[in-house]
């Protein structure tokens, strides 16, 4: 048995949920999938997978260990598919992950466009706000905002996203319109709870990030509500600059102390380099990252 064929076992045995169970989808006896596992933590000198009577448990080593053999295959896969020519024409399932409201507002309709033009893809979409594993999970692009700790990644810079302070135009006409942010602490506001995020709010006063306690009576834990508040006229409220550029084009919300904004986040498009190389990345790579920095007006220069 050859070490691919192995890794091609082991990995569907990650998955469970049993030796049988991956012998039947695999149509190979289970014999040969016992045979595999073993062979691998022979070869490797390390225990793999814990079995009982009832179920199947990845050690430590052999939940990394699946994660390389996943890595490795999806890569000989990319590899034999340009080899053969299939990247000519984008085609098979594509996995992107965004923030949510910002790939509601901005990535979704960035992935139904492109699917219009390549008929032969299929993309599974995750709207979510935590930052997920691009290898770990088989995602093929992210976008994300903000600085990124993975050096590993390959990332196109599409635009940034800044910490804004509007109100309605009733409300600033009724009580006039701040000139510095120590007056937001005697006006009405609306602060966002958010888990991991301070309540306070951050400006850039005098050349250095500072936060302001607003004393905010009204507190909420969306940011989609935080902007009908201020839609209502309730009072000020801090949000990414991207949920409320609507509301700013349309006039309905006025952006106020913007000198005293601090340093805007990048927005990013997060790819593995190795897997660019498949056609239906490359060309989603490209697309996303034109579409995004012409939504974002973002001009990076030459690339």
Not at 102 to 114: E, R, S
Not at 173 to 201: C, D, N, Y
Not at 217 to 242: C, E, K, M, N
Request: with cysteine; proline share 4%.
């Amino acid at each position: 048995m050859d070490r691919i064929q192995e890794m091609t076992l082991f990995a569907a045995v990650a998955e469970g949920p049993s030796f049988a169970a991956v012998s039947r989808n695999l149509n190979v006896s289970t014999a040969t999938v016992t045979r595999a596992v073993a062979q691998l933590e022979a070869r490797l000198g390390t225990l793999l997978i814990v079995r009982t009577t009832r179920q199947l448990r990845l050690t430590e080593s052999g939940q990394r260990f699946a994660e390389d053999c996943r890595r490795l295959l999806a890569d000989l896969h990319e590899a034999e598919s340009a080899a053969a020519g299939i990247h000519a024409t984008p085609r098979g399932l594509l996995t992107i992950t965004a923030p949510q409201v910002f790939g509601d507002l901005h990535v979704t309709p960035v992935m139904t466009d492109y699917l219009s033009h390549h008929p032969q893809v299929q993309i599974r979409g995750l709207l979510m706000d935590r930052v997920a594993g691009q290898l770990e999970e088989g995602i093929d692009v992210s976008v994300r905002i903000g600085e990124l700790a993975d050096s590993s990644m390959t990332a196109i810079q599409v635009g940034v996203v800044r910490r804004m302070v509007c109100a309605s135009p009733d409300y600033l006409a009724t009580h006039g319109t701040p000139l510095h942010p120590q007056e937001l602490v005697e006006r009405e506001t609306v602060s966002v709870l958010i888990g991991g995020r301070s309540p306070a709010w951050t400006f850039r006063i005098d050349g250095q990030h500072q936060e302001l306690k607003v004393q905010s009576r009204l507190s909420l834990t969306s940011f989609t509500a935080s902007i009908h508040a201020a839609l209502d006229g309730w009072g000020l409220t801090q949000v990414p600059s991207y949920q409320i550029r609507q509301h700013l084009q349309a006039g309905t919300l006025r952006a106020v102390l913007e000198t005293f904004e601090v340093t805007p986040l990048p927005v990013y498009v997060v790819y593995v380099e190795g897997r660019r190389g498949s056609s239906k990345v490359r060309s989603f790579v490209d697309f996303c990252v034109q579409r995004l920095r012409e939504d974002l007006n973002y001009n990076a220069g030459p690339r």
